[in-house]
């Protein structure tokens, strides 16, 4: 549970799940300087090469019409469905428990959205989708950790990714680099990294013949 914008709610993104919502504000701020309404000082405030430039760089509405953007985003849609090597890789991912954590279906909130300038998205309510999450904190062992705590999240604990739309990374960023450092080159490396709590997901996969394997990384890159 964390408190933003005097509101306590469940964190639900970020690495370490310590953002409530898709925090527009925090976006423009730390990841690219822009300081705004909600952060006004720069990241570099109080350091010699910080000039006095107070200014607020982004309006509180622009900032509203990319947070209005990113909530109309759409996932896409899945492929080659009906192919049998991709149903077996989708049993498999039953088989290894992945599901536990990688939960396909979910349904939004009935109430829907509400966008930083407060505008309500009652459309967005009540939908099936298919994260693949359950957007939880898990302890995925110390080999993935970072030693870092942010909020009630331990050094060894992440939000499980979504993995929707992830089968297209490879064609739209052109690399197939996962987990919360990249360190992962592939999918097998990804699966292979999962410890603590993942730890049997691991073991159930890499006993598997090579090719049930070979059918759950296929059933991933159609998601
Ligand atoms: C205990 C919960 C849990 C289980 C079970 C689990 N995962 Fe994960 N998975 C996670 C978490 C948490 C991460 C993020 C770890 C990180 O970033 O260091 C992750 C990351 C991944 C990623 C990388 C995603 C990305 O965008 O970087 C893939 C792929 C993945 N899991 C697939 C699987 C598959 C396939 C299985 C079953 C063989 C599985 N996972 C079982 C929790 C789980």
Known sequence: MITERGVTKMGLSGHKASHADLTVEL??????????DRYPDEVSAGQSQMTDDTEIQISTQDMADVDFYM?????????LVDDSVVIRGEEMFY????QLCHTPTLHTKPEGATLIDGT????????TIHPYSDFLLHDMGSELGDNFSQITATGDEWRTPPLWGMGLQEIVNGHTDFLHDSRA??????IMWHGGEGDVSRQIFSNMPKEDRDALVKFLKTL
Not at 27 to 36: E, Q, Y
Request: net charge positive; with cysteine; proline share 5%.
């Open 27 to 36: 976006g423009f701020f730390s990841d690219i300087g822009v300081t705004n």
């Open 185 to 190: 080159r592939n999918y097998v490396e990804a």
């Open 95 to 98: 088989e290894a428990k992945c």
């Open 120 to 127: 309500n998205l009652p459309w967005l309510g009540n939908q």
């Open 71 to 79: 909530h109309s985003l759409g996932v896409p849609a899945r492929r």
